[in-house]
């Protein structure tokens, strides 16, 4: 890397943030070569082209030859650590950079969960949980952590952890003999029909309210108990109350089981996916040609929309369309939407594309709304062929509501729901097409304004040097 190159870098890194975050490292043709997490974006990133560092010594010769070859790095901000983590391993996963090693197999991270569909609901870390009948917590960075965690607390609200079929109309339940558990008082028993199938569903709930509680109150007396010990010299009492504060304590590192998606997870057939997604929408038939539409920019620079098209639940790469948004400036994302449909279907509805049975955008009741807006535009002018509005829907990406037309109320479909997960598959799919495509432009914009003000040489062409 010239010195040039290497400044230029470093006042890059010099505009990152000082919070937690994901770092992508590119080469000159804006390949992904290496993704890492940082607790401090620009700490972490700048070390890797500090003057003095030993690259060589302390992280290896790959990645000496991977810095080499850098010559942009983007970044994503993250509100915690363990957000950082989990993203950095989505997308490893996705991408599959040449220079990461780690975190490229099929490994999930673990859930707590809690299975509703039983007379007797049992509670487990898994990486496998269950499409139906359960209450999922997480995905958790660390599963020794998250298992320390569902041990200290069945020591408080004694449930059950074993994989026994228990049924509350099964008499022959009194002649069980009880495990281990109930000799040393973390669980109450329901396979021995020791507990009342009422009194064991209070248990429970009372679990989950403090699952979704943020346990303060828990922690500050078992603190207080810890300290007390302490204080009177009870040592080994203290350490496990000190134990069982560092586990609770792990509840609080996790991802949002919405947000932080893994989709190995949930694996899900498509024609289940269309077939519900038919039914939701009031279709006669399950849909075969769906589109997407995003919008990616930096407050309103390098404003890009994005079009994915699926065909029977599957990419159709063919049908991608990218879209540099021309009418519109500053931020407004529903004009940019209103541009995007007015330029793809006015072809499409003159015959000259594929036309798609549903069209999704990412957004809220704005953004379906912008849609609707301009497929009316397009249907009242006279020189533009008649417009057949199809099915548009938009889905927020907070919530998951699905916005559909002519519907006063968003629908709210569990995370498992094969119709929303066809949904979530195509939203982010259009998202990462218009972050690429954004990402390009605004590496275009910056490799100018470094040309024009000297900071970089002009490109020669192919075969020969810049002419003078």
């Known amino acids: 890397m010239d010195d040039a190159s290497l400044e230029a870098i470093r006042q890059r890194i010099a505009e990152f943030p000082k919070t937690p975050?994901?770092?992508?490292?590119?080469?000159?043709?804006?390949?992904?070569?290496?993704?890492?997490?940082?607790?401090?974006?620009?700490?972490?990133?700048?070390?890797?082209?500090?003057?003095?560092?030993?690259?060589l010594n302390t992280r290896g010769p790959d990645i000496c030859r991977m810095v080499d070859k850098v010559t942009d790095i983007?970044?994503?901000?993250?509100?915690?650590?363990?957000?950082?983590?989990?993203?950095?391993?989505?997308?490893i996963k996705d991408i599959q950079p040449p220079h990461n090693v780690l975190l490229k197999d099929d490994k999930t991270f673990p859930y707590l969960e809690i299975t509703t569909g039983d007379d007797f609901p049992a509670v487990y870390v898994t990486r496998t949980p269950r499409l139906k009948g359960s209450k999922l917590y997480g995905p958790f960075p660390s599963a020794s952590a998250i298992r320390d965690a569902v041990n200290a607390l069945q020591k408080v609200f004694k449930y059950r952890?074993?994989?026994?079929?228990?049924?509350?109309?099964?008499?022959?339940?009194?002649f069980f003999r009880p495990c281990l558990l109930y000799a040393i008082k973390q669980c109450t028993a329901p396979c021995a029909a020791l507990i009342s199938r009422e009194?064991?569903?209070?248990?429970?709930?009372?679990?989950?309210?403090?699952?979704?509680?943020?346990?303060?109150?828990?922690?500050?007396?078992?603190?207080?108990?810890?300290?007390?010990?302490?204080?009177?010299?009870?040592?080994?009492?203290?350490?496990?109350?000190?134990?069982?504060?560092?586990?609770?304590g792990a509840l609080s590192l996790s991802g949002d089981v919405r947000e932080d998606v893994q989709p190995e997870v949930f694996y899900i057939d498509p024609t289940a996916g269309l077939e519900k997604l038919a039914e939701l929408l009031g279709l006669d038939a399950r849909p075969r040609c769906m589109e997407c539409i995003d919008i990616a920019h930096i407050q309103g620079a390098e404003m890009v929309g994005s079009l994915v098209c699926f065909?029977?639940?599957?990419?159709?790469?063919?049908?991608?369309?990218?879209?540099?948004?021309?009418?519109?400036?500053?931020?407004?994302?529903?004009?940019?939407?209103?541009?995007?449909?007015?330029?793809?279907?006015?072809?499409?509805?003159?015959?000259?594309?594929?036309?798609?049975?549903?069209?999704?955008?990412?957004?809220?009741?704005?953004?379906?709304?912008?849609?609707?807006?301009?497929?009316?535009?397009?249907?009242?002018?006279p020189e533009?062929?008649?417009?057949?509005?199809?099915?548009?829907?938009?889905?927020?990406?907070?919530?998951?509501?699905?916005?559909i037309q002519a519907r006063k109320a968003p629908v709210r479909l569990p995370?498992?729901?094969?119709?929303?997960?066809i949904l979530q598959k195509m939203r982010d799919e259009a998202h990462?097409?218009?972050?690429?495509?954004?990402?390009?432009?605004?590496?275009?914009?910056?490799?100018?304004?470094?040309?024009?003000?000297?900071?970089?040489?002009?490109?020669?062409?192919?075969?020969?040097?810049?002419?003078?």
């Open 21 to 55: 975050g994901v770092y992508l490292m590119k080469d000159a043709e804006g390949r992904v070569l290496y993704v890492g997490k940082a607790k401090d974006l620009r700490s972490r990133v700048s070390s890797y082209f500090q003057p003095r560092a030993d690259l």
């Open 74 to 91: 983007d970044f994503l901000e993250c509100d915690t650590e363990v957000d950082a983590v989990l993203k950095e391993a989505r997308l």
């Open 161 to 174: 952890t074993c994989e026994l079929d228990i049924r509350d109309e099964d008499e022959s339940r009194r």
């Open 199 to 248: 009194a064991y569903a209070e248990d429970i709930k009372r679990l989950r309210k403090f699952l979704a509680s943020k346990r303060s109150v828990v922690m500050r007396q078992l603190t207080q108990e810890m300290e007390a010990a302490s204080k009177a010299q009870r040592f080994e009492e203290a350490a496990t109350l000190r134990d069982r504060i560092k586990a609770i």
């Open 311 to 381: 065909i029977d639940g599957k990419p159709f790469k063919s049908g991608y369309r990218k879209f540099r948004i021309k009418t519109v400036t500053g931020v407004d994302d529903y004009a940019a939407i209103r541009e995007v449909i007015t330029r793809r279907y006015r072809h499409a509805a003159g015959g000259e594309e594929l036309y798609p049975d549903v069209i999704l955008i990412d957004g809220g009741l704005g953004q379906l709304h912008a849609g609707l807006e301009a497929f009316e535009e397009l249907c009242a002018d």
């Open 384 to 403: 533009s062929p008649a417009i057949r509005p199809p099915m548009v829907i938009s889905l927020a990406k907070r919530e998951e509501e699905v916005y």
């Open 415 to 421: 995370r498992n729901n094969e119709a929303l997960r």
């Open 432 to 468: 990462r097409f218009a972050q690429h495509y954004h990402h390009t432009l605004r590496r275009r914009r910056t490799l100018e304004e470094e040309t024009r003000e000297g900071r970089r040489p002009p490109r020669g062409r192919r075969g020969g040097t810049q002419s003078a």
